[in-house]
Nanobody, 114 residues
């Protein structure tokens, strides 16, 4: 299984970006798919997760601004990020769970300018 994250970039505060994570290999097999982020000098933190059944969970700092979704047919999940603030600047990583195994994507940089 390989995960390929994309969609990061530079955006002004108040703007939007949409991240994508495309998984190769097993189709529709992941129990949980998600996004984490790591800002410089900080620990990696949860952004959002979505289960195979569609249940979502968000980190407190992004609730109401970010939306996670998935497309099973494309084996891809997304993170729509709205109302971005400079504190959202980080490398965003996608992650998936398959049984007891965990898989990480390579990360995509999101920079929000003030």
């Amino acid at each position: 299984v390989q995960l390929q994250a994309s969609g990061g970039g530079l955006v002004q505060a108040g703007g939007s970006l949409k991240l994508s994570c495309a998984a190769s290999g097993r189709r529709n097999a992941f129990s949980i798919m998600g996004w984490f982020r790591q800002a410089p000098g900080k620990q990696r933190e949860l952004v959002a997760t979505i289960t195979a059944g569609g249940r979502t969970n968000y980190g407190d700092s992004v609730k109401g601004r970010f939306t996670i979704s998935r497309d099973g047919a494309k084996n891809t999940w997304y993170l729509q990020m709205n109302s971005l603030v400079p504190e959202d600047t980080a490398v965003y990583y996608c992650k998936s769970y398959l049984g007891m195994a965990e898989y990480w994507g390579q990360g995509t940089l999101v920079t929000v300018s003030s």
